[in-house]
């Protein structure tokens, strides 16, 4: 019953920026926290960060610096704003939300390349 949306994935050039956005849509009565994790191929999925909604943080160590998550909880959607963009952060992006009372839900996905 509740769905994600990712959208703002690309192709971007080394140290561009990209904005990725997700919004939670559904029967959501409360959003514990929201979080993006990426799957580059042949690798596995991994933690890019996740916000409570209390407003904590947490980022994986490689990405602190260069990513930052933010949410606006009126509207139920979470983003994620990438800079200084690296070869190695091309992945499909996936958002993750945990709510009250059901299962974490995953997005689709949005693909990031980083190419010159």
């Known amino acids: 019953q509740v769905q994600l949306v990712e959208s703002g994935g690309g192709l971007v050039q080394p140290g561009g920026s990209l904005r990725l956005s997700c919004v939670a849509s559904?029967?959501?009565?409360?959003?514990?926290?929201m979080g993006w994790y990426r799957q580059a191929p042949g690798k596995e999925r991994e933690l890019v960060a996740v916000?409570?909604?209390?407003?904590?943080?947490n980022y994986a160590d490689s990405l602190k610096g260069r990513f930052t998550i933010s949410t606006d909880n009126a509207k139920n959607t979470v983003y994620l704003q990438m800079n200084s963009l690296k070869p190695e952060d091309t992945a499909v992006y996936y958002c993750n939300v945990k709510i009250t009372g059901i299962p974490e839900v995953w997005g689709q996905g949005t693909p990031v390349t980083v190419s010159s």
């Open positions: 559904g029967s959501i009565y409360r959003i514990n926290a």
């Open positions: 916000i409570t909604s209390g407003g904590s943080t």
